[in-house]
């Protein structure tokens, strides 16, 4: 295959199980998602007093003989879902210990999604957030689309400052229809601005999943001699005895774990914290099942 | 604190490897890139206070611990006495005090003995010695003035020139003694040591020979540290006793008798024994204040025409100073010849020396040209003022002082080249007009201007002089001038001495004439020029008089004590030597406990490589090996290094 982030066999195992929303979805053609509106499924969702201006066809009027009174018959509409990946390319994704970098990460699992969408008929779309550049490409159902995807995951390099928060926000502004937001980072920035971020998006009614990549070495901080850790964002640099600051370093990553977790929770977003050493497949695999719907429940 | 290998001491800046790779450690760091950069910054900032302090603790264990070991093989020593510096001597010359002082018992040695500041000394030598690797010892005790190779620190107590004496010591002259030592033999690394109860009479602070003995020491081809072992401990509970004076008085023996002691505070009854002629008898005397001076007379038997015997007091902490020796016998007449120009001068001269009412002195006068015909071997003084004697007369002169005469040289009126034991009058000089030359310096310890037995100054001072004749050549010089020209200069030749003086007793030279000079001059080289005729019967332990002559046997007399028949000539007794009868005593300086001050000290020996160490009393080594003790030390700092370097117990979390 033409990009080394897509593993054709991994998509023939994974195209059996379905992207369900964990909400409705505001789709523009008819799709397998539960809209927020009536339509005209074979799904009945309720009966409600006619109104003047009512299309008379809907009248119920075996209803109407029972009771003497206009009911409309309303209908679950489905609709298809329009999902936007969002790929934080700042220089602290291209952070790599002994597995893939956190950026080559990140792509497996976008594209793949957006392989697993636009297959089942919904729509992908892409941000790339940087600090200073902010690339949208809006969610279609299109095939062909999907070449537009990889090509630009592909040609992303990881650089610059986070502009997650940004790039959260004009996504909550822009998108007026309800959609599944898929965040792919390291959410090293400002937790309370990212709260704020997400809650923006709630606020939209938007479906928020977020894939928070670490690396396993962060979490542990297993140096032994001292090191120059030299930021991949501004450059700054600093010497430091791993033996003396490694018991606070691992608190404030718990710490700030915690936290975010904790904010993800609070906009009931979908959190999933990955390290870089474990199979894509299987994260994917989880995180589609995870999302499949409890029996009884459509 | 010293070091027996002190050159290991080099091995030291080995403790600063831990340093040194903590800091390469920190230079040769792997460069990362990291993203989580926000927590590595917070943990860096909280980092610094405990923990950084405790790694620091963990760096300074680890040097401290090298440090240690270092420290432990170098082998430390300690005692203060040799203070910081190295041990590596090849050479210690000992300056033992063997003065009657130096029994004061000071301290209390182990099991409860009474120790003296002598054997102390000797103890704490011994064994810093061994703990030194037994360097090379020399003993240059006070008593002889002679140096001496000892072959063990062991034999110290054993040897008898380091025993009991009742001299006094010079410390000035033993020193100087050390450093001819080291000049001449060149015996390597060398240390002088000096164990002394520092004794101002013994260390004669007001003598001019400091000067040169600084610039001896200072100038010694190798450094050689003096170092002083003070056992200047007070005395107490110390009484001392001394005869001032015996003489006969018709059928009765007259004593002066002076009782001092260290404390004052109660009256105390002191039983005094008299002893003489063998027969004792004794009476008490209540001594009120700090010193007491009495008569006794002791009643002689006609028949008793030369007898001796002594006084003594019960034992206290000094038990050389407890006892008084004394002789007398039948006084033979003295004679002076008085070889002279004439003149007022010479009338002055023959009343000094034969002053009326002391009948068994007598004084010849004759002229320089009949000088053949002085009695040699019956004079006990010759006193020459006029052109120094050369040829035959010379001779003989010189002969008579060797055997232990005395001679008193006085310039001649005219010029004269003549030299005689290398020493010659030079040129004649008057004082400026109004003026007067005035002597401003003189041996106040030794030689005829010394001071009298209580301490009285000679009135030196009052002479004053317009007219002098210049000493030429080399020779000790007791007096000088306020120009620094010599008043007064000494050689001693063989067992005499021959002195030089400036001026003469004639109103138109100075006024010499009155007595305040010039009769204790005179009659105290009578003193020393009749010594040798046995007509003295009373000398200080040590002195030339107090040595056999040859063909002399000693012989002890008194009953009060056994003498060593090696240390006899120092100790104080009733002696028979030949024909001699003579009872020798400790000088009276050693009666005067005043002790030299710290500051004192350190003028007298200032610039000098020189270092004090006061012993307490203690016969502890001066110094000790503390190897152990540092080697625990490195222990202690490695189990603490140990102990910070465990991590802390991971805490369980609570699920």
């Known amino acids: 295959m033409k990009y080394d982030f897509l593993d054709p066999q991994a998509l023939a195992r994974l195209g059996a199980i379905p992207l369900e929303a964990r909400h409705a979805m505001s789709g523009n053609v008819t799709g397998r998602h539960r809209s927020p509106h009536r339509g005209s499924s074979v799904e009945f969702a309720e009966y409600r007093k006619y109104v003047q201006g009512d299309d008379t066809r809907r009248l119920d009027w075996k209803a109407y003989a029972r009771s003497d009174r206009y009911y409309i018959k309303e209908f679950e509409a489905d609709t298809n879902l329009r999902a936007y990946f969002v790929l934080d390319a700042s220089g602290s994704m291209g952070f790599s210990a002994e597995d893939d970098a956190r950026i080559q990460f990140a792509r497996k699992l976008a594209a793949t999604l957006a392989y697993l969408i636009v297959d089942q008929g919904d729509a992908a779309g892409l941000s790339i957030c940087q600090e200073k550049i902010h690339l949208e490409i809006p969610p279609t159902r299109r095939a062909a689309h999907l070449n537009h995807i990889f090509e630009v995951l592909s040609q992303t390099e990881p650089t610059g400052e986070t502009g997650l928060v ?13 959609a599944l937001v898929i965040i792919m980072s390291d959410l090293f920035c400002d937790t309370n601005a990212l709260a704020d971020a997400l809650q923006h998006l709630r606020y939209r009614k938007h479906d928020i999943a977020v ?12 140096f032994e001699r001292p090191h120059r850790f030299v930021d991949m964002e501004d450059k700054t640099s600093v010497v430091a005895e791993p033996a003396l600051i490694a018991e606070d370093y691992r608190k404030a990553m718990q710490d700030f774990m915690q936290a975010v977790q904790t904010k993800c929770h609070d906009v009931h977003a979908d959190y999933h914290l990955i390290t870089t050493n474990q199979d894509y497949e299987e994260i994917i695999h989880d995180f589609l099942t995870t999302r499949l719907p409890k029996k009884g429940q459509k | 604190m010293s070091f027996l290998q002190q050159s290991l001491l080099w091995g030291l800046f080995a403790a600063s490897i831990p340093i040194i790779i903590h800091l390469l450690n920190r230079r040769r760091h792997r460069t990362v ?19 950084k302090l405790k790694y620091l603790l963990i760096l300074t264990c680890r040097a401290l611990a090298i440090a240690a070991l270092i420290f432990a093989i170098a082998r430390p020593l300690v005692g203060g006495f040799l203070g910081w510096g190295g041990t590596q001597i090849d050479t210690v010359i000992l300056i033992l005090d063997r003065s009657a002082s130096m029994e004061q018992q000071a301290s209390y040695g182990s099991g409860g003995n ?50 009991a004496t009742d001299t006094r010591a010079s410390i000035p002259t033993l020193i100087s003694n050390a450093i001819d030592y080291v000049l001449e033999k ?26 040169a003995i600084r610039t001896g020491l200072i100038d010694l081809p190798q450094k050689t540290t003096l170092r002083v072992l003070s056992l200047a401990a007070p005395a107490k509970n110390n009484t001392s006793i001394r005869v001032t004076s015996s003489r006969r008085s018709g059928d009765e023996l007259v004593l002066d008798i002076q009782l001092t002691r260290t404390d004052d505070e109660t009256p105390e009854a002191i039983p005094i024994t008299y002893s003489l002629n063998g027969t004792r008898s004794s009476n008490k005397i209540t001594l009120n204040g700090q010193s007491y001076q009495f008569q006794k007379r002791l009643p002689l038997g006609k028949r008793d025409g030369v007898g001796h015997g002594f006084v003594s007091i019960p034992s206290d902490t000094n038990p050389r100073d407890n006892v008084c020796f004394f002789a007398y016998g039948e006084d033979s007449p003295t004679t002076t010849y008085l070889v002279s120009e004439g003149g007022e001068s010479a009338d002055w001269l023959n009343l000094a020396s034969a002053p009326p009412g002391f009948g068994r002195s007598r ?5 320089p040209n009949s000088a053949h015909k002085i009695e040699w071997s019956k004079t006990a003084l010759i006193i020459w003022q006029a052109s120094l004697p050369k040829g035959p007369v010379a001779q003989e002169l010189i002969r008579y002082i060797e055997a232990g005469g005395a001679a008193i040289m006085l310039p001649p009126r005219s010029e004269s080249e003549t030299t005689f034991l290398g020493l010659n009058w030079g040129q004649q000089t008057i004082s400026p007009r109004d003026q007067y030359f005035i002597v401003d310096e003189w041996d106040q310890s ?15 001072p009052k002479l004053k002089a317009i007219k002098r004749r210049q000493i030429v050549g080399e020779a000790t010089t007791l007096a000088s001038w306020d120009d620094a020209q010599p008043f007064l200069v000494r050689r001693v030749i063989g067992d005499g001495t021959v002195i030089f003086a400036s001026t003469l007793p004639d109103y138109t030279w100075s006024n010499l004439g009155d007595a305040d000079v010039l009769l204790p001059v005179v009659q105290r080289m009578i003193a020393v020029g009749d010594t040798r005729f046995g007509s003295a019967f009373a000398a200080i332990s040590g002195s030339t008089e107090a040595q056999t002559a040859e063909g002399e046997l000693r012989n002890r007399l008194d009953s009060h004590a056994e003498s060593n028949t090696s240390n006899a000539a120092y100790e104080a007794g009733v002696w028979k030597l030949g024909d001699r009868l003579l009872a020798t005593n400790r000088p009276p300086s050693e009666d005067q406990w005043q002790i030299i001050t710290k500051t004192r000290l350190n003028a007298l020996l200032e610039g000098t490589p020189y270092k004090l160490f006061e012993d307490q009393g203690q016969s502890d080594p001066l110094a000790q090996e503390i190897w152990r003790a540092f080697l625990i030390a490195m222990l202690v700092f490695l189990i603490t290094e140990a102990i910070l370097c465990l991590s802390p117990k991971a805490g369980t979390s609570p699920s």
Not at chain 2, 363 to 367: A, L, T
Not at chain 2, 446 to 460: K, Q, Y
Request: aromatic share 4%; hydrophobic share 35%.
């Open chain 1, 166 to 178: 940004e790039a959260l926000h004009t996504i909550a502004e822009k998108v007026g229809q309800r």
């Open chain 2, 114 to 163: 009474r120790e003296s500041k002598r054997q102390s000394a000797i103890a704490s030598v011994r064994q810093s010695l061994e703990n030194l690797n037994n360097p090379r010892l020399v003993l240059i005790d006070s008593a002889t003035g002679n140096s001496q190779d000892v072959p063990s620190p062991d034999a110290l107590e054993e040897l008898s020139a380091t025993s």
């Open chain 1, 211 to 222: 894939f928070h990549l670490l690396d396993q070495q962060e979490i542990d901080f297993d």
């Open chain 2, 186 to 211: 060149s015996p390597g690394r060398t240390e002088i040591w000096v164990a002394s109860d520092l004794q101002e009479s013994d260390w004669a602070p007001d003598q001019g020979r400091w000067e």
């Open chain 2, 33 to 51: 890139k990291w993203a989580a950069m926000e927590f590595l910054l917070k943990a860096t900032r909280e980092s610094r206070g405990k923990k």
């Open chain 2, 363 to 367: 004084c010849v006068d004759i002229k």
């Open chain 2, 446 to 460: 030794d030689g005829p201007l010394r001071n009298g037995a209580e301490g009285t100054l000679i009135p030196v």
